[in-house]
């Protein structure tokens, strides 16, 4: 009687057929595993922008939108040129200055009011060179460097002061008027402050010409209510050139 055991011709082919069948399985399994990887790296890449919204450890960059027009730069003359004119520096009573050697006011620092006191006597007798170097030291109008491309001021005689500013262009495109007239008249009240001159010419120069011109005195700005008036009736009123 035949011995047919595991190890007979029939299972051995048997068996290599069923090997062969496992191998085939395992070796197709691993090409689709290689072709996957493959398909991965080389493929089936996926496009820049899926990478930034899947990758998790290179976060997907904030989705920017376009730079929103810059705004129009807000024109200096324009952030209080409708009511420059109303405030204006404490006028110096340099015959309170001559006679004290502290400040006497509560406004004027000490350093300031020394100065004012050395300089009394000679700014009281009309001395120009002391009225240029109160100019100089005590600056009135140097609150309004924002409002122009450059001020200047001078002293012409003991009487009378005089101030150029070069207007701002963006100044001069909308409110011409106002803003010569408001400038006008706060020079002058800041200059008036100052020095006891009786009055203020006022100029004013745009692409080297002048565009405006009026003389402020002393006396017609006395009794105004700066909150109420019109600067460029005023300016008008003086006899102003525009």
């Given at each position: 009687m035949a011995?047919t055991?595991d190890n007979?011709p029939?299972n051995d ?5 069923q ?6 399985r395992?070796?197709m399994?691993?090409l689709?595993k290689?072709?996957a ?7 089936g890449?996926p496009?820049?922008a899926y990478q930034k919204?899947e990758?998790p ?7 920017q939108?376009?730079p ?5 730069k807000?024109i ?8 420059l004119?109303k405030?204006?520096d ?5 015959t ?11 406004l004027?620092?000490k350093?300031l009011w ?7 006597d000679r ?6 060179d002391?009225?240029?170097e109160v100019?100089?030291t005590s600056?009135p109008?140097g609150?309004l ?5 450059g001020?200047?001021m001078?002293a012409p ?6 101030s ?7 100044a001069?495109s909308?409110n011409?008027?106002l803003?010569?007239?408001a400038m006008?008249?706060r ?7 100052c020095?006891p001159v009786?009055e203020?010419?006022v100029?004013?120069?745009h692409?080297?010409k002048?565009?405006f011109?009026?003389?402020?005195p002393r006396?017609?700005?006395?009794h105004l ?6 600067p460029?009736?005023l ?6 050139k525009f």
């Open positions: 011995n055991n007979g029939e082919v048997e068996s290599g057929l090997g062969a069948q496992n191998l085939n395992n070796q399994d691993l689709k290689l072709a990887i493959g398909s991965d790296l080389w493929g890449m496009s820049a919204e990758t450890d290179k976060p997907a960059a904030a989705k939108d376009p929103a027009p810059k705004k129009k807000e200096p003359a324009e952030i209080g040129i409708r009511s004119w405030t204006a404490e006028t110096v009573d340099w309170d200055a001559l006679a004290h050697d502290l400040p006497t006011d509560g004027t620092g350093r020394a100065f004012y006191h050395k300089m009394a700014v009281l007798s009309g001395d120009l002391a009225y240029t100019l100089k600056n109008l609150e460097t924002g409002f122009a491309k001020i200047n001078r005689s003991a009487e009378r002061l005089e150029t500013f070069v207007c701002k262009d963006e001069m909308e011409r008027k803003y010569l007239s006008g008249l020079i002058a009240r800041d200059l008036l402050a020095l009786k203020v010419k100029t004013a120069e692409d080297g002048e565009v011109s009026a003389t402020y006396q017609k700005l006395l209510n700066f909150n109420f008036i019109d460029v009736k300016a008008e009123d003086l006899g102003a």
